[in-house]
Structure formats: structure tokens, C-alpha cells
Nanobody, 126 residues
């Protein structure tokens, strides 16, 4: 069982930066692949980034590649999403998700993940 709590969201101007955190409880955190998804008003939840259980492998949606960086600290049970050069279209509720696996070819699919946080709001003003 893993419980996830996101933090770090807020209001930022276009071009600015935010760093989201996803704190996990449970002794098996380092055995879980972690991903960030986001959901904008009126839109479906979409994949943002994923990181393998070890932290050595990452993947990004094309829309955030080069601007966002996912990382993790297994000793502290936390995953981060550094978001730079933010755009108004990045406005959404951001969720972290966990799956008990090293890595997965289905990492961008919501139904791959068994555990979800409650989300944190990110608003980017133009």
C-alpha cells in the first residue's frame, strides 16, 4: 500500500517555474514506478512524465519535453517535478501516481497505476 500527497502547486506567470513534490508513505516506495499526470478543466487526464523505480530512466510527454524534469529521492520517499518555462496551457491539476514495477511500456496510461494522490493545482497566467 502506498499513499501519495502532492504539494508545491500555485499561481505563476507565464515563463516562470514551479517545483512539485509527491511524498509517499510505505516501505516499498523504491520499488514503484512513479508518474505525473495532469487534468485541465474540461479535458481528459493526460500523461506528463514518468520515472523508473531506481530513478535511472525517465520519459516525458512531447508537450513538456525540455521544460519539465522528473526526479526522485528514494531515501526520502519523494518524487519531484521541476517545471520551467511554464505556459498558460500547463494550467491543470497535477497528480502523481505509483505502480509496483521497475518500468513499464504502459507508463503513459492511467490504468497502469494503482495508487493516486489527490492532486495539486497549477495555474499559469498570461
Amino acid at each position: 500500500q502506498v499513499q501519495l500527497v502532492e504539494s508545491g502547486g500555485g499561481l505563476v506567470q507565464a515563463g516562470g517555474a514551479l517545483k512539485l513534490s509527491c511524498a509517499a508513505s510505505g516501505r516499498t516506495f523504491s520499488s514503484h514506478m512513479i508518474a505525473w499526470f495532469r487534468q485541465a478543466p474540461g479535458k481528459e487526464r493526460e500523461f506528463v512524465a514518468a520515472i523508473s523505480s531506481s530513478g535511472y530512466t525517465t520519459d516525458y510527454a512531447d508537450s513538456v519535453k525540455g521544460r519539465f524534469t522528473i526526479s526522485r529521492d528514494n531515501a526520502k520517499g519523494t518524487v519531484f517535478l521541476q517545471m520551467n518555462s511554464l505556459k498558460p496551457e500547463d494550467t491543470a491539476v497535477y497528480y502523481c501516481a505509483a505502480e509496483l514495477t521497475i518500468w513499464s511500456t504502459r507508463r503513459s496510461q492511467m490504468n497502469e497505476y494503482d495508487y493516486w494522490g489527490q492532486g495539486t493545482q497549477v495555474t499559469v497566467s498570461s
